[in-house]
């Protein structure tokens, strides 16, 4: 079974931009969350979508926002790109939102702003 | 809330001795409890985790993880370090929202160094 994949890799903006992630979850699996990784904050939670709603969310500003599509293929999408962006975002999936199921994550999206 | 504390950012072994790597929990409830790891420029692979069954938790690599409730601790130990192990360690629970299992919390980390 394939597992979690994230497009594109890398990523290289500039300030103000905004960038859109993308996120194909293992097949089967309906929940999709998405973490960002700084040295400085270490790893923290964005948010998660299950059935294509956002069942969960961090304390990220408005900039940060996602969806889910039906095929469970997730989005992330930030505006007005800020230095302090710069991160890896991780996606991670499991079969359902709100149980013990264990979270799968994918290799990242390195995002850098310029 | 629920929370992790990784007590070492840095430990240095040889190859071939024990590894420890530290984690104490505070929650409010009986926690659902992982380990993961991270190679350089990869993502997050699961280890083991503990999820209110048996408190010796085995994982892959030959990982092990026990659950303390007294000492609020869930300790990540190895009986023999490899070169390949080599990577940062996270120590994670998970958050506890709506009445469900929620996303993680992670530890800041533990960078692990093994020496030929």
């Known amino acids: 079974k394939a597992g979690v994949t994230q497009t594109p890799r890398y990523l290289i903006k500039t300030r103000g931009q905004q960038v859109t992630l993308s996120c194909s979850p293992i097949s089967g699996h309906r929940s999709v969350s998405w973490y960002q990784q700084t040295p400085g904050q270490g790893l923290q939670f964005l948010f998660e979508y299950f059935s294509e709603t956002q069942r969960n969310k961090g304390n990220f500003p408005g900039r940060f926002s996602g969806r889910q599509f039906s095929n469970s293929r997730s989005e992330m999408n930030v505006s007005t790109l800020e230095l302090g962006d710069s991160a890896l975002y991780l996606c991670?999936?499991?079969?359902?939102?709100?149980?013990?199921?264990?979270?799968?994550f994918g290799p990242g999206t390195r995002l850098t702003v310029l | 809330a629920q929370s992790v504390t990784q007590l070492d950012s840095h430990v240095s072994v040889s190859e071939g001795t024990p590894v420890l790597l530290r984690c104490n929990y505070s929650s409010s409830y009986s926690p659902s409890l992982f380990w993961y790891v991270q190679h350089p420029n990869k993502g997050l692979q699961l280890l083991l985790k503990?999820?209110?069954?048996?408190?010796l938790v085995k994982g892959i690599n030959g990982f092990e993880a026990e659950f303390k409730k007294s000492e609020t601790s869930f300790h990540l130990t190895k009986p023999s370090a490899h070169m390949s192990d080599a990577a940062e360690y996270f120590c994670v629970v998970s958050d506890f929202y709506g009445g469900s299992q929620g996303n993680l919390i992670f530890g800041k980390g533990t960078k692990l160094s093994v020496k030929p």
């Open positions: 991670a999936s499991r079969v359902s939102a709100g149980s013990e199921d264990t979270q799968y």
């Open positions: 503990y999820t209110s069954a048996a408190t």
